[in-house]
């Protein structure tokens, strides 16, 4: 319950409780309609997906600006390869939610818009913000692997010269080591992967039933709860 408080005293925290319900109720559908259930029922979770999708981009709107404005604090970050990428993502996120609040209006019917159109638009500026922050998350990976490769080799020159013989660490407790050590890059990692399928889905790209987006959706929004819950799982930059 203290989460819940703790989420819904900020905007990012809100939007992320909708979208876990928004997906939620996705695989809820998709499931009783594979299973031949309630219409009545179906139809009302297709609503309740809706509600919690337009929510959401209004919770969203005027978040373009402020996307925008913070791709100018990793323009100067010392690593070149950190600083692409996030200033790429975060330019064609600004895009997206651009796109989206231009859907939003579309939806109160104050404009008239071309909803496919825009939407096509807004998922794919969706898309090229995963991949860069999937290219991030695997660098960050293959970094940190060469900080540990260097260690155990450095650590094995030693036993050989010491002439200890200790056993090799299996690689199940490494890769748990791995995890807790480095909580911020796998959660980030999980989130992306599992969210780069829900506009490549959406674009045609692949071919994924709504209740497996749903899954996915409901995945990627449980670890950005978690990212801003625990400040050991935010990976840094941004």
């Known amino acids: 319950m203290e989460i819940v408080v703790k989420l819904n005293n900020q905007t990012a925290g809100r939007d992320k409780l909708v979208r876990l319900f928004q997906y939620a109720s996705k695989v809820a559908w ?10 009545q029922t179906i139809d009302r979770l297709k609503n309740l997906e809706y509600t919690f999708s337009s929510f959401r981009k209004l919770l969203r709107l005027g978040r373009f600006l402020d996307t925008l404005y913070g791709a100018l604090s990793t323009l100067h970050y010392p690593d070149l390869t950190i600083r692409i990428t996030c200033t790429l993502s975060k330019i064609t996120n600004a895009l997206y939610l651009l796109a989206d609040h231009i859907l939003w209006i579309g939806r109160t019917g104050l404009v008239s818009v071309n909803n496919n159109k825009w939407n096509k638009v807004a998922n794919k500026y969706w898309l090229y913000s995963i991949i860069m922050n999937l290219v991030r ?3 960050e990976i293959w970094r940190i ?9 450095y650590d094995g020159f030693r036993r050989m010269t010491n002439g200890s013989g200790k056993k090799p660490v299996p690689l199940g407790l490494r890769a748990i080591t791995f995890v807790q050590d480095h909580k911020d890059i796998v959660v980030d990692t999980v989130k992306n992967g599992c969210d780069i399928f829900i506009p490549m889905t959406a674009l045609g790209y692949t071919r994924l039933s709504p209740g497996m ?8 929004s449980l670890a950005g709860i978690i990212s801003l819950v625990d400040p050991l799982a935010k990976l840094s930059p941004s």
């Open 145 to 153: 692997l060469e900080r540990e490769g260097h260690r155990l080799s």
């Open 137 to 139: 998350d695997v660098y």
């Open 30 to 39: 998709h499931f009783m309609q594979e299973k031949r259930l309630s219409r």
């Open 213 to 220: 987006v749903g899954v996915l959706g409901v995945i990627s």
